[in-house]
């Protein structure tokens, strides 16, 4: 059983519906950080959060640390939105992340 | 802020050849990690230094792959020699005492 476990791996959404991405995870954990991935390649930072809830512009990401469980969810898609998501616990002691394999996104308009 | 930039953004070699990648982090960070994807797994972590020591290199594949940080600044990643199942794409991060990692755009790696 992999350490990370996202759902759903392919999620395809028509423009202004809301999304939300699952992550489960079986380490312990100090944080937890939502990255986005566009094709192309490089890898932003959405999140970092330890608990609770953070906004930021139309994205959501939530945690809850006893549940070992975190969604991202997105409102009002666009298409600029479509990309891969990936949940990425912190597993070690000094910060290195455990990466999902990702959700990859497509929103039609 | 310039952000964590990696050099080169491509490389292709063959393999028994070899390839050095570089990192140059935000300034000021002290955390430095690589990462890597081959094809159609997940990200792996490599290694994490903290300025230039090796704080936990428990992901490093093999010898082959030896890192660097000298002076605690940019770090280098040589793959010495490369092999078929090195292909891949090659993150570098960075971050302050905070955690939160700031990535690199990454270096292709193909080796034929």
């Known amino acids: 059983k992999n350490e990370v476990e996202q759902s759903p791996q392919n999620l395809t959404a028509q423009e202004g519906e809301f999304i939300t991405i699952n992550c489960s995870y079986s380490?312990?954990?100090?944080?937890l950080h939502w990255l986005q991935q566009h094709p192309g390649g490089g890898i932003v930072s959405l999140f970092m959060l330890s608990s609770g809830k953070k906004k930021h512009g139309r994205l959501i990401a939530t945690i809850n640390i006893q549940e070992k469980h975190s969604s991202l969810h997105i409102t009002a898609s666009h298409p600029r939105d479509s990309a891969v998501y990936i949940c990425a616990p912190t597993g070690g002691s000094q910060g290195n992340l455990i990466f999902g394999k990702g959700t990859k996104l497509s929103v039609k308009p | 802020e310039a952000g964590v930039t990696q050099f080169p953004s491509h490389s292709v070699i063959e393999k028994g050849q070899t390839v050095t990648l570089r990192c140059d982090p935000i300034?000021?960070?002290?955390?430095l990690y690589w990462y890597r994807r081959v094809m159609g797994k997940e990200i792996k972590f490599l290694l994490h230094f903290v300025k230039e020591s090796k704080q936990d290199e428990s992901g490093m594949p093999n010898n082959r792959f030896l890192a660097e940080r000298t002076g605690g600044t940019y770090s280098t990643l040589k793959v010495q020699p490369a092999e078929l199942e090195d292909s891949g794409v090659y993150f570098c991060?960075?971050?302050?005492?905070?955690?939160?990692?700031?990535f690199g755009p990454g270096t292709r790696l193909t080796v034929t």
């Open positions: 380490v312990g954990i100090s944080a």
């Open positions: 300034s000021g960070h002290d955390n």
């Open positions: 991060a960075s971050s302050s005492s905070s955690y939160e990692q700031y």
